[in-house]
């Protein structure tokens, strides 16, 4: 009997992701890594994004559980996007990843988005080749999330909080929630946002623009 260690899977994990940045690198296409729990807003972030980039050419690759509906809201804002069911699998890996790439032409991307399966805790630890992590909480989940779920919040290069339109409604303690995000990671962005009206989408796309630009500069 062979026993594979979590850590060679890992491992070997690692080494394909890097392999799909260095291939978006020399493409010079940024990408994205969508993190957050089920209901924080992800796929409607990304609706309201598309609808904002501007001339920037974006594709997106949804990982989910189940169905095909993320991929479905994707393609009604009109940008190419490729479902992943992982069949119970509760995070994306580089392979699925990979595999979902091939059916985007990678070449006429600027930005490539993987919204990861709803999930705070595994999707952490995989690296799936891109730029940069994005954890995306919102304000109905509560305010302790960065105390609860530390590594994601440690390895983010943002933090999109969503659903601030509704912050007179629920108990949210905002000043407590930056604070404890800022001792995790004080080079971590945040922003506050609502997909739902638009609050904070410029920023975020200004955001997404300059880590292109930087990206493409280096
Ligand atoms: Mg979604
Ligand atoms: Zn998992």
């Known amino acids: ?109 600027d930005l490539l988005f993987v919204e990861n399966v709803g999930n705070l805790v595994c999707p952490a630890g995989w690296d799936l080749g891109e730029d940069l992590k994005v954890v995306v909480a919102s304000v109905t989940e509560g305010d302790e999330k960065p105390r609860k779920y530390p590594a994601i919040f440690e390895r983010a290069a943002a933090c999109v909080l969503n659903k601030v339109d509704l912050l007179p409604h629920v108990d949210f303690d905002l000043e407590r929630f930056k604070r404890d995000a800022g ?7 945040v922003m506050l946002l609502s997909a739902k009206e638009g609050t904070g989408v410029p920023e975020w796309v200004d955001w997404l623009k300059t880590k292109l630009a930087e990206k493409r500069s280096r």
Not at 68 to 85: F, H, S, W, Y
């Open 1 to 109: 009997m062979k026993i594979k260690l979590a850590r060679d899977i890992l491992k070997a994990n690692d080494q394909l992701a890097d392999g799909f940045r260095r291939r978006l690198g020399e493409l010079g296409v940024l990408s994205v890594n969508l993190i957050g729990s089920p209901g924080s807003g992800k796929t409607s972030l990304l609706e309201r994004t598309l609808e904002n980039l501007g001339g920037l050419r974006a594709a997106v690759i949804e990982g989910d559980i189940a169905t095909a509906l993320d991929a479905e809201r994707i393609e009604r804002k009109g940008a190419p996007a490729v479902q992943v069911n992982t069949e119970g699998a509760c995070h994306l890996d580089a392979n699925m990843v990979i595999d979902a790439a091939e059916e985007l032409d990678l070449a006429r991307l």
């Open 183 to 189: 001792v995790l990671n004080p080079d971590m962005t």
